[in-house]
C-alpha cells in the first residue's frame, strides 16, 4: 500500500481557479494502476469527481465538474494532478485522492474500488 498525500487546497472566490496535487511514496504492486480524486462536503456521501486509469490512459469526470476540471499526471512519479477551473461554491469540500491497484482498463468511480488513500485538502469556493 503506499501513502498519498494531497497539495493545493485553499480559499478561492467563485469563479477561480486551483491546482490540486498528488504524491504517492511507497510502490505499487502492478505498473497498470488507476487513481483518482473523490470529495466530501460536511454531512455529506464522498463522491466521485475524476479518475485517470494509466492502463490504456482512460479518464472520466462526475457530471457536475464535466468541462471545468481536468485530470493529469505521471503515472512513472506516482502523481495526479487536478486542475479545477471556473470553480463553484458547491465545489467546497475536502479532497482526497486514491490508488487503486491492478487496474484493467476500466475507470473506477467508487470509493471502496480504491486502495490508499489521502489525507484529503480543503477547498473552499466562495460565493
Known amino acids: 500500500q503506499v501513502h498519498l498525500v494531497e497539495s493545493g487546497g485553499g480559499l478561492v472566490q467563485a469563479g477561480g481557479s486551483l491546482r490540486l496535487s498528488c504524491a504517492a511514496s511507497g510502490r505499487t504492486y502492478s505498473s497498470m494502476y488507476s487513481m483518482g480524486w473523490f470529495r466530501q462536503a460536511p454531512g455529506k456521501e464522498r463522491e466521485f469527481v475524476s479518475a485517470?486509469?494509466?492502463?490504456?490512459?482512460?479518464?472520466d469526470y462526475a457530471d457536475s465538474v464535466k468541462g471545468r476540471f481536468t485530470i493529469s499526471g505521471d503515472a512513472a512519479k506516482n502523481m495526479v494532478y487536478l486542475q479545477m477551473n471556473s470553480l463553484k461554491p458547491e465545489d467546497t469540500a475536502v479532497y482526497y485522492c486514491a490508488l487503486r491497484d491492478y487496474s484493467g482498463s476500466y475507470v473506477y468511480t467508487n470509493s471502496y474500488e480504491y486502495d490508499s488513500w489521502g489525507q484529503g485538502t480543503q477547498v473552499t469556493v466562495s460565493s
Open positions: 485517470i486509469n494509466w492502463n490504456g490512459g482512460n479518464t
